[in-house]
T-cell receptor, first 118, second 111 residues
Framework: AQKITQTQPGMFVQEKEAVTLDCTYD???????LFWYKQPSSGEMIFLIY??????QNATEGRYSLNFQKARKSANLVISASQLGDSAMYFC???????????????FGQGTILTVHP | NAGVTQTPKFHILKIGQSMTLQCTQD?????MYWYRQDPGMGLKLIYY???????DKGEVPNGYNVSRSTTEDFPLRLELAAPSQTSVYFC??????????FGPGTRLTVT
């Protein structure tokens, strides 16, 4: 069974600083995808970034990058130059891909609340 | 495209009542999902569907039922509502690309 662990219930960062949100995962499959979603106080789920298990380079999307360490089974999100609008809940999620039997189902971590201070 | 739409946005249900949460997507996606999010927690999968007429249970299916008569619609039925079903419900769809598309959510209170 898959499991996602986010050990930081809350994180604080100063505006314009970088912050790393931790995510570790557990799976027995070789083929899987890792995601980060942002959930602002308004409640919607906003897709941020994706990393495939066979991708050799770390994914980047603007100010977001995913620090993927396969051997350690970690997929940390790095937000550079934090902005006040980055204050939100952040979820790490995983989708197994092996054999097509995952049917796209996502397993989520518990989330990390990020607060950006001016 | 409207993407994934959900109705209602908010609802208060009395214990023992039943209701249907509606979900519609206009992207012609075969895969659709229902998740629930309890306060301060991550999302958990209730049910999913891989196409019209095909549904299966997720991690937390008890107290819910689904149907998928069309590609577009994937309603979630709550029978005999209980306070433990107070949650935010998200519908999502997927087209085997990497991103799953989420609806705006339905905030349900059972009291």
């Amino acid at each position: 069974a898959q499991k996602i662990t986010q050990t930081q219930p809350g994180m604080f960062v100063q505006e314009k600083e970088a912050v790393t949100l931790d995510c570790t995962y557990d799976t027995s499959d070789q083929s899987y995808g890792l995601f980060w979603y942002k959930q602002p106080s308004s409640g919607e789920m906003i897709f941020l970034i994706y990393q495939g298990s066979y991708d050799e380079q770390n994914a980047t999307e603007g100010r977001y990058s995913l620090n993927f360490q396969k051997a350690r089974k970690s997929a940390n999100l790095v937000i550079s130059a934090s902005q006040l609008g980055d204050s939100a809940m952040y979820f790490c999620a995983m989708r197994e891909l092996a054999g097509g039997t995952s049917y796209g189902k996502l397993t989520f971590g518990q989330g990390t609340i990020l607060t950006v201070h001016p | 495209n409207a993407g994934v739409t959900q109705t209602p946005k908010f609802h208060i249900l009395k214990i023992g009542q039943s209701m249907t949460l509606q979900c519609t997507q206009d992207m012609n996606h075969n895969y659709m999902y229902w998740y629930r999010q309890d306060p301060g927690m991550g999302l958990k999968l209730i049910y999913y569907s891989v196409g019209a007429g095909i549904t299966d249970k997720g991690e937390v299916p008890n107290g819910y039922n689904v149907s998928r008569s069309t590609t577009e619609d994937f309603p979630l039925r709550l029978e005999l509502a209980a306070p433990s079903q107070t949650s935010v419900y998200f519908c999502a769809s997927w087209d085997i690309s990497y991103e799953q598309y989420f609806g705006p959510g339905t905030r349900l209170t059972v009291t």
